[in-house]
C-alpha cells in the first residue's frame, strides 16, 4: 500500500498539471500512466499536426508575397516535414516529461490505472505486478479520451487510420480519404494534400460546421483549391480493404471511392471503459459529468477530455489549474471562491473557450457562435468585417482574404463571442480572448486602439460598424 494526499490517473497534459498543481499547494500527489507520459498532445495530437502543418503554412505565407515569392522555388521537402514531425513528437520517447515529473516531485506509477474503491486506485504494470494507492483526498481522473470508429459495415475488418496513425505516418499515402469535416479531419486534409496526397473528404454534416457559416466557406475554397475533393453530405455505408491493400469505401448512395488509406475523424470516445467505474456506481465507458469544481462526487474528480466540456489542451490545463487549487483548500479546510469567474470554477469552459483551427485559412474563435448565443437566448447584434480590408492585411500578403465577426450581447454591451478566419490570423484570438473573458464592455473597446499597420485593425472597423 503507498499512500499520497492525491492520485492522479492519466498522465497527458491535464493530469501533469492536476499533479503540479497540488504539490504546488503543499500536498503530495501520485501519477499513474500506461503508456507515455505527455498523453495524446505531445505524441499524436497538438505538436505533432502543428509540426506536420507548419511547413506547408511558411510556404505558403512566402508565396503570397511577391519578392520572397521569386526566393521560393521548389515544393515541400516532405521527408524534412516528416522528420520534424518526429522530433517534435519527441521520437515517441516520453523521458523528458518523465523527468519534468521527477523535478515537480510527482512518483510516477507506470501502469494501467482502476478505482478499486473509496479513494484507492490499483495499478497493473506492464509485467501483470499490481499496486494498490491510497488517496487520502482525491483521486483526479485525467484519462482523456480516443477515436471513435462508427459502426459502418466492414470498417473496423478495414484496419482505418485514426489520428493516431495518420499523425505518425512513416510515409505520404498517394490517396487518402477522410470520414469526417470536423478539426482532425480538416486539418488533416489540409497537411497531407500540401504532403502530396490526392484527398477526398466525406464531410457528411459539412466542412467545420460548428463555427460561423463562413468558416467552413472559406475553408472548403482552400481546400479544393489544393485539389481537396470535399464531398458534403456524403455518407460511407460499407467500407472494405483490397487484397492489394488499397481500400474500397461505398456511399449510401452506391458510388465507390478508392484510396490507399483512410481515416476516421468523426470525433472522440473516453477513456473510462475499464477504470473501474462500476465500482463506484458508474457507468463503464461514460463520460463523466463534472461540476465547474471538476467534481463528479465527494472525493473523486476528472478533468480535461475525459469529462467532455471542452476537448481542448489549453482548457484542459485550465481546468487543472482550478481542480487543483479547489483540492488544496478542500484539505485545508478554506472557502471555496466557487461562484462564476472566482478561483475555484472552470467558468470560461462555458464562456470563453478559444481555439485555433490550423487550416489554411487558419480559423480562431472565441466563445459563442451567433447561432449558440441566440440558441442560448441572448438578444445579440452581430457584426462582420473583411479582414482584407485593412492596411495590415495588405500588406501582409497580395490576394489576402478573410472575415471576421463579432458578437454582441446587446443587454450587458459586451462581446460574447468573436470568430476570425484568414491567413495567420491565429495569434490574432488572444485580444478577442481578454474582451470575452474580461467582458470589457464595447464604449472601453474604443479606447483599446490597434497599432497600425496591423491586421488588428479588423477591430476599429468592427467598432465602427457597431456604432457609437
Ligand atoms: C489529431 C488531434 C489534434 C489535436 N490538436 C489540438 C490542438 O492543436 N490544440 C488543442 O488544444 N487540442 C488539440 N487536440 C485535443 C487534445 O489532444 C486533447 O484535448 C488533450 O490531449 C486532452 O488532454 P488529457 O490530458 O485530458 O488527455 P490525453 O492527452 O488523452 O491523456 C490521457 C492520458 O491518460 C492515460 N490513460 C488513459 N487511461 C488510463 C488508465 N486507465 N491508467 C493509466 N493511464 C491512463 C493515457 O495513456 C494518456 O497518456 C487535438 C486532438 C487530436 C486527436
Ligand atoms: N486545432 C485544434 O484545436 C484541434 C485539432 C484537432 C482536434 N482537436 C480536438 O479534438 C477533438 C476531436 O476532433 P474530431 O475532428 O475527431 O471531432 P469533431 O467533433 O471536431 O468533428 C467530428 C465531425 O464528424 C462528423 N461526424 C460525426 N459522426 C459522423 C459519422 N458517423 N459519419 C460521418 N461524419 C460524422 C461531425 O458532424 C463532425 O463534423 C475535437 O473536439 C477538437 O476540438 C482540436
Not at 505565407?61 to 522530433?87: F, H, K, N, Q, Y
Not at 488572444?430 to 470589457?440: D, F, Q, R, S, W
Amino acid at each position: 500500500m503507498t499512500t499520497y494526499d492525491v492520485v492522479v490517473i492519466g498522465a497527458g497534459p491535464v493530469g501533469e498539471n492536476v499533479a503540479d498543481r497540488v504539490v504546488r499547494g503543499g500536498l503530495t500527489a501520485a501519477i499513474v500512466e500506461r503508456e507515455l507520459v505527455g498523453g495524446e498532445c505531445s505524441y499524436w495530437a497538438c505538436m505533432p499536426t502543428k509540426a506536420l502543418l507548419r511547413s506547408g503554412a511558411a510556404l505558403r505565407a512566402a508565396r503570397r508575397v511577391p519578392g520572397a515569392r521569386e526566393a521560393v522555388t521548389g515544393e515541400l521537402d516532405v521527408a524534412a516535414v516528416l522528420r520534424r514531425r518526429d522530433s517534435f513528437a519527441s521520437h515517441w520517447n516520453d523521458e523528458g516529461q518523465v523527468s519534468w515529473l521527477e523535478s515537480a516531485g510527482v512518483p510516477l506509477h507506470r501502469g494501467h490505472g482502476r478505482i478499486a474503491g473509496e479513494r484507492l486506485v490499483e495499478v497493473t504494470a506492464a509485467d501483470g505486478t499490481t499496486t494498490t494507492l491510497t488517496a487520502r483526498h482525491a483521486v483526479v481522473v485525467a484519462t482523456g479520451s480516443a477515436a471513435l470508429v462508427p459502426d459502418i459495415e466492414g470498417l473496423r475488418d478495414a484496419k482505418p487510420w485514426t489520428s493516431r496513425e495518420t499523425v505518425a505516418a512513416k510515409e505520404v499515402p498517394a490517396r487518402l480519404a477522410v470520414i469526417g469535416g470536423g478539426v482532425v479531419a480538416s486539418e488533416m486534409a489540409t497537411a497531407f494534400s500540401e504532403l502530396g496526397s490526392s484527398v477526398t473528404m466525406l464531410a457528411r454534416d459539412g466542412v467545420l460546421h460548428l463555427n460561423e457559416p463562413f468558416v467552413g466557406e472559406e475553408v472548403t475554397v482552400s481546400l479544393q483549391d489544393k485539389g481537396v475533393s470535399v464531398r458534403v453530405g456524403a455518407e460511407a455505408g460499407s467500407v472494405k480493404r483490397n487484397d492489394d491493400g488499397t481500400v474500397a469505401i461505398t456511399l449510401t448512395d452506391g458510388e465507390q471511392i478508392e484510396a490507399d488509406e483512410l481515416l476516421v475523424a468523426i470525433g472522440r470516445t473516453p477513456n473510462t471503459q475499464d477504470l473501474g467505474l462500476e465500482n463506484v456506481g458508474l457507468t463503464p465507458g461514460s463520460w463523466l459529468t463534472v461540476d465547474d469544481t471538476m467534481r463528479v462526487g465527494d472525493w473523486l474528480y476528472a478533468a480535461g477530455d475525459v469529462n467532455r466540456r471542452v476537448l481542448l489542451t489549453h482548457q484542459g490545463k485550465y481546468q487543472a489549474r482550478v481542480v487543483g487549487d479547489v483540492i488544496v483548500a478542500r484539505a485545508k479546510d478554506e472557502p471555496l471562491d466557487d461562484a462564476p469567474w472566482g478561483r475555484h470554477a472552470a467558468t470560461a469552459d462555458v464562456r470563453a473557450v478559444p481555439q485555433v483551427v490550423f487550416t489554411d485559412p487558419e480559423v480562431a474563435s472565441v466563445g459563442l457562435t451567433a447561432a449558440r448565443a441566440e440558441a442560448a437566448g441572448l438578444r445579440i447584434r452581430v457584426v462582420d468585417h473583411d479582414l482584407a480590408a485593412t492596411a495590415g492585411s495588405a500588406v501582409h500578403a497580395e490576394g489576402y482574404r478573410g472575415r471576421a465577426r463579432m458578437v454582441v450581447d446587446e443587454d450587458r454591451k459586451v462581446i460574447v463571442g468573436f470568430t476570425l478566419v484568414g491567413p495567420d490570423v491565429a495569434e490574432m484570438i488572444h485580444a478577442a480572448t481578454i474582451a470575452v473573458a474580461g467582458e470589457v464592455p464595447i464604449d472601453r473597446l474604443w479606447h483599446a486602439v490597434p497599432a497600425f499597420p496591423t491586421v488588428s485593425e479588423v477591430w476599429l472597423r468592427l467598432l465602427e460598424a457597431y456604432g457609437r
